[in-house]
């Protein structure tokens, strides 16, 4: 099965990158985040309903759970597009801008009117900052730039589905 690679397609993998499950293809965390991954499947036609499994799981938290599904090409797709960048996320566009939303939406936050990833990969460090953001690493967090927090979070705003700003 072929994938193209859409805007959409590139927000779910950011998302699936910084929360994904151990299981299939699917991710971790919070029903509303797995509330929007779930749409996405679905919208974006990857999973049909029956295929999909949901999980509840109550920790010292509250409920946390997984989403997830089964599909080899999919997954390998999704690996291979985090895992190394396409050329399309060096440079600013809405591929990237889709992409670090889904990975701000997953893990990241705005603290003391300063963004930071709670934790990413060395691959999307890089990727960062190739986009031109300063970053750097701070108790484990990858903190952008208080002096471009701004341009940082006008450039993912746009798809943002978890956050609100």
């Known amino acids: 099965m072929k994938f193209k690679l859409s805007e959409r397609l590139a927000y779910l993998a950011g998302v699936w990158k910084a929360r994904a499950s151990d299981e299939g293809v699917g991710i971790r965390g ?60 060096r440079k600013r566009n809405a591929i990237s801008s889709a992409y670090t939303a889904g990975l701000f939406d997953a893990v990241g936050g705005v603290k003391n009117g300063v ?3 709670a934790r990413m990969s060395a691959e999307d460090e ?10 750097i690493r701070v108790r484990g967090k990858l903190v952008i730039a208080k002096s471009q927090t701004k341009e940082f979070l006008d450039f993912v705003k746009p798809h943002l589905k978890f956050l609100s700003l």
């Open 30 to 89: 919070n029903s509303r985040m797995r509330e929007i991954f779930l749409k996405l499947l679905l919208e974006l036609k990857l999973a049909r309903p029956e295929e999909i499994k949901w999980v509840e799981i109550e920790n010292e938290r509250g409920y946390e759970g997984r989403v997830y599904f089964y599909h080899t090409a999919l997954r390998e797709y999704l690996r291979e597009l985090t895992n190394m960048p396409s050329d399309l996320m």
């Open 115 to 117: 963004a930071y990833f």
């Open 126 to 135: 890089h990727m960062v900052a190739r986009l031109g953001f300063n970053c």
